[in-house]
């Protein structure tokens, strides 16, 4: 198998895969004087691509969070305008956002993650807990009013 073959396994997007593997033998490149590898080179080049996949789909998350956030309208756009300091402002964003999600009460942090995080319809968690849709709908509501507090200094109109 390829590198980039292997890389597109994960990544899902085979120009993404060739910019990964492009992007592994440039660093070799420019650390060939340096580098000491103690495998075989096959398997110090899959594990390499392995592990910037790892991080790519890991950045990717975290982008489509942000991004969702700014569709839902809580954060503004231009916050993050670096391309530079974007990768440390979304983790600190997404760990604000996790660390927000995981003091909600169970139920609701259950309600809320089953929405946002696993896509499933008000009217599917309602099926699968046994409640009303009128009761997912108000977890929801009371999860977003405690994000939008947690996250205010993120905030469209803060």
Same mark, same amino acid.
């Given at each position: =198998? ?7 396994? +994960?990544?899902?997007?085979p120009?993404?895969?060739e910019?990964?593997?492009? /992007?592994? +033998?440039?660093?070799?490149?420019? !650390? ?19 592990n910037?996949c790892?991080n ?11 991004l ?6 809580f954060?503004?756009?231009? /916050?993050?305008?670096?391309p530079? =300091?974007d ?12 660390? /927000?999600?995981e ?5 609701? !942090?259950?309600? +809320? *993650? =089953?929405?946002? +995080?696993?896509g499933?319809?008000y ?7 046994n409640?009303?849709? *009128? ?24």
């Open positions: =198998m390829s590198l980039c073959g292997f890389a597109a396994r +994960f990544v899902q997007q120009e993404v895969a910019e990964i593997v492009q /992007s592994i +033998f440039l660093k070799l490149w420019e !650390k060939r004087n340096s580098i000491s590898i103690d495998t075989s080179l096959k398997s110090y080049l899959f594990r390499a691509v392995h910037h790892q790519h789909l890991a950045y990717a998350k975290v982008r489509s969070n942000h969702a956030l700014v569709r839902e309208g954060i503004r756009q231009e /916050s993050f305008t670096d530079v =300091m990768s440390l402002a979304y983790k600190e964003l997404n760990d604000k956002i996790n660390e /927000s999600i003091r909600l009460p169970d139920a609701c !942090k259950r309600i +809320f *993650k =089953m929405s946002r +995080f696993d499933l319809k009217s599917e968690i309602a099926a699968q807990l409640v009303s849709v *009128k009761t997912i709908e108000t977890q929801i509501s009371r999860a977003l009013v405690r994000l939008k507090e947690d996250l205010k200094e993120f905030l469209v109109n803060s």
